[in-house]
Nanobody, 114 residues
């Protein structure tokens, strides 16, 4: 069984920075893809950024240049450094692991105040 646990969410002012982290445990295989998605109230869950175990990255256009995804494969951790945050970045941020099957974390709230 695989578990994903996010941490690091919170409230930050517009223009500020925040880093969220995700720890994966259980049967983790490689290659895999780990990443971040977000869901704002009344909106569908959307991709934020993903990173393969080989370090390939993919970002949503709305976060390019502001967010950086990184991984520590030895620790099965994935991070999302978020800079220049905007109120529209407010959402629940979910960690996802894809290795054949797909696993989701429980989410962490990020609120950006204007």
């Amino acid at each position: 069984q695989v578990q994903l646990v996010e941490s690091g969410g919170g409230v930050v002012q517009a223009g500020g920075s925040l880093t969220v982290s995700c720890a994966a445990s259980g049967s983790i295989f490689k290659p895999n893809v780990m990443g971040w998605y977000r869901q704002a109230p009344t909106k569908q869950r959307e991709l934020v950024a993903t990173m393969t175990s080989g370090s390939g990255t993919n970002y949503a256009e709305s976060v390019k240049g502001r967010f950086t995804i990184s991984r520590d494969n030895a620790k099965n951790m994935v991070y999302l450094q978020m800079n220049s945050l905007k109120p529209e970045d407010t959402a629940v941020y979910y960690c996802k692991l894809q290795q054949g099957a797909v696993y989701w974390g429980q989410g962490t709230q990020v609120t950006v105040s204007s």
